[in-house]
């Protein structure tokens, strides 16, 4: 483990410890979960994103053989 030093201002250090103390841990733990929980969000994102851009685009098959128009795909009823 590495230790490093952060400044917070005063009330979000009060609002750190209390929150860590609500979860039975030290403000050190909370902060080391917390960091670690965004890293595997951020790495997940990252291998999902990956993945979709290795797929290959896939033709769409529109209705009757044609494109629907500009008029047609925003054709609103109800706002007019």
Excluded: F, H, Q
Excluded at 28 to 41: A, D, F, G, P, V
Excluded at 49 to 67: S, T, V
């Amino acid at each position: 483990m590495k230790n490093i030093t952060i400044t917070l201002p005063e009330d979000v250090a009060r609002w750190l410890r209390v929150k860590a103390a609500e979860d039975d841990r030290s403000v050190s733990k909370w902060i080391c979960e917390l960091l670690e929980r965004t890293r595997r969000r951020e790495d997940d994102y990252e291998v999902a994103m990956k993945r979709y851009l290795a797929r290959k685009p896939r033709k769409i098959d529109w209705p009757e053989g044609r494109r629907p128009t500009r008029e047609e795909l925003y054709d609103r009823p109800g706002l007019r």
